[in-house]
């Protein structure tokens, strides 16, 4: 197989989200979140666990930021806690949240690896959905606050920024199916989300550049759509309504286009989009410097009267049929088509021209299987103790697909693993696995992987 080369100066990293890897939940004046809350609620996650340790960052960073180094990690996408800098989401900061991510960035630069910083990755200040969280508008108001306080810390050496991590899970499954926090059910609190995670990237995007910063984006989950049959009209009908739920709704407002027509017509079937003022797309239409892309999978979708939707895609009942994934699966019971990332960024080049893209997130969760170490191989730390090939096989398939993408013209600028540490997986709790560094939660003893190694090379080489 040819040796495959990407461009110079290609971004290399991982990323983690804070209430992931964090933990120190009550650590230095941090307040509550919603997965605080939502974690000890019974039977909203795995065996009740929550992120109140997790991976120990807090107290591990430095080492953390050590292996990052060893492994020639370029950037390293981290978000920022709200309620570590906010405790209650408003008022005043709280200068012992903010010195952590002052150690951090430090850190980071201190061994030439570049911080790239998420504002918001869902873990939402309790005292803020005490209010309406994100179907209130004075959230997304207070967001922008909070944006340029996290900037007035840390924006001397912090470069690219990014305002939110997947508004689609915060939105959809926060507000409409209720599978992660704040835990609620109601298609018309999931549509005012929406929006109003929409504001609160425009008006902290303009608190951030505001005061200095230089490059500003958001972090997105676009999903290659597709139909069951492709001469099919009714799938074709289904895949441009998931579609609009899943990508447009969000890409159009955007880049400037407004929310689209027909999206807005499915959202009026089930409640009146009052929360949309005069005034708003504009807000919300800001210049991106940096479009996130994070892609597990493709959803391949039918039209049929009697198709059970998505509870994720409110209105779909009775009008789509979700297929279930075939082929290979990770241990998410996702499908593994690397294919469907190139469509992806050939579509986002096509349909949003001039706008540059990262992978932010891509990885697969595997049972990952556990063998002892080897003394004196694979360099001085050993031999990975977990043998991950179906890991390395994965994102081994997808970096050639984003290669593709390049060599068809696609601006893609980077690719982040997800994720560096195995931690926290939401609603799944700690027994799902993506990280390329094993993580054993008793002792928080951190192991490289076989994957951690490839990716290693993968860096060191710029290629496959």
């Known amino acids: ?269 089930m409640v009146e989009p009052t929360f949309i003022r005069d005034g708003d797309e504009k807000l919300i239409a800001v210049p991106i410097d940096l479009l996130g892309i994070n892609y597990y999978a493709p959803t391949y979708v039918a039209g049929r009267p009697d198709g059970g939707g998505g509870g994720a895609y409110p209105g779909t009942e009775g009008a789509v049929e979700f297929l279930p994934p075939t082929g290979p699966l990770s241990d998410m019971g996702w499908a593994i088509e690397p294919a469907g990332l190139t469509r992806l960024l050939e579509r986002l080049a096509a349909d949003y021209p001039g706008l540059p893209l990262m992978i932010t997130e891509n990885g697969g969760a595997f049972p990952d299987r556990t063998t002892e170490e080897t003394p004196g191989a694979a360099g001085p730390a050993g031999a990975a103790r977990v043998a991950d090939a179906d890991r390395i096989a994965y994102l081994d398939g997808h970096l050639r697909a984003a290669h593709e993408a390049i060599g068809r013209g696609v601006d893609l600028r980077g690719y982040l693993v997800w994720s560096l540490l195995d931690n926290f997986e939401w609603a799944e709790g700690y027994r799902k696995r993506f990280g390329i560094v094993h993580v054993d939660y008793l002792t928080q003893r951190r192991t490289p992987k076989a994957s951690a190694r490839w990716y290693q090379e993968v860096i060191s080489r710029n290629g496959l």
Request: some cysteine; proline content about 6%; hydrophobic content about 40%.
């Open 1 to 269: 197989m040819s040796e495959l080369r990407f461009p110079e100066n290609f971004v290399w990293g991982a990323a983690t989200a804070a209430y992931q890897i964090e933990g120190a939940a009550r650590d230095d004046g941090r307040g509550a979140s919603i997965w605080d809350t939502f974690s000890r609620t019974p039977g909203r996650v795995f065996a009740g666990h929550t992120g109140d340790v997790a991976c120990d960052h807090y107290h591990r960073y430095a080492d953390d930021v050590a292996l990052m180094a060893e492994l020639g990690l370029g950037a390293y996408r981290f978000s920022v806690a709200w309620p570590r800098v906010q405790p209650d989401g408003t008022g005043p900061v709280n200068p012992r949240g903010l010195d952590f991510y002052d150690r951090l960035t430090d850190a980071l630069l201190d061994q030439g690896i570049d911080p790239i910083v998420t504002l918001y990755h869902w873990d939402l200040p309790q005292a803020l959905e005490d209010r309406g969280g994100w179907t209130s508008r004075e959230t997304a108001e207070h967001f922008a606050t909070y944006a340029a306080a996290v900037y007035g810390r840390l924006g001397d050496r912090i470069r690219t920024w990014t305002t939110l991590n997947e508004p689609w899970c915060s939105a959809y499954l926060g507000y409409g199916n209720g599978v992660h926090a704040p835990g609620v059910r109601d298609p018309g609190a999931a549509f005012a989300a929406v929006h109003h995670l929409l504001l609160a990237h425009g008006l902290a995007d303009r608190a951030l550049r505001a005061a200095g910063a230089e490059v500003v984006g958001i972090t997105l989950n676009p999903v290659d759509v597709q139909p069951a049959d492709p001469d099919s009209a009714a799938d074709a009908a289904a895949v441009r309504l998931v579609d609009g739920l899943q990508n447009r709704i969000f890409l159009d407002p955007l880049t400037g286009a407004g929310y689209p027509a027909d999206v807005l017509e499915h959202v009026s079937r």
